[in-house]
């Protein structure tokens, strides 16, 4: 094998590397907290009694929806959790009435 063939090689193989390695944690957006991986999160979430509910949203619900989060410090989730408390509560509450 050449000189010119093992030092390819060699390109190859580092280039390779570089793909597989990700953003490196300085550059990410959330470089100030810690990675909690996916299943540290779900026993976290299990623990609290939360679910995972996928639903489509409105886009422009959404958008208030995450206005009023950074409003009040909070997660979108914590928020829209709210939002449904309240909901039902109010629900609950016309359906005694009536």
Same mark, same amino acid.
């Given at each position: ?24 944690? !300085?550059?990410? $957006?959330? /470089?100030?907290?810690?990675?909690? @991986? ?5 026993? #976290?979430?299990? &623990? ?10 409105k ?6 929806? !995450?206005?009023? $989060?950074? /409003?009040?410090?909070?997660s979108? @989730? ?5 939002? #449904?408390?309240? &909901? ?6 016309n359906?005694?009435?009536?």
């Amino acid at each position: 094998m050449k000189k010119t063939d093992l030092e390819k090689n060699k390109a190859l193989k580092l280039l390779g590397k570089m793909k597989q390695g990700g953003t490196p944690a !300085r550059f990410s $957006a959330d /470089a100030n907290t810690p990675a909690i @991986d996916r299943r540290q999160q779900r026993k #976290l979430d299990q &623990a609290q009694g939360l679910v995972s509910f996928p639903v489509k949203i409105k886009q422009t619900v959404i958008e208030t929806i !995450r206005s009023r $989060a950074n /409003a009040q410090g909070q997660s979108t @989730d914590q928020v829209i959790g709210e939002l #449904l408390e309240l &909901a039902l509560a109010s629900q609950e509450a016309n359906a005694n009435l009536g």
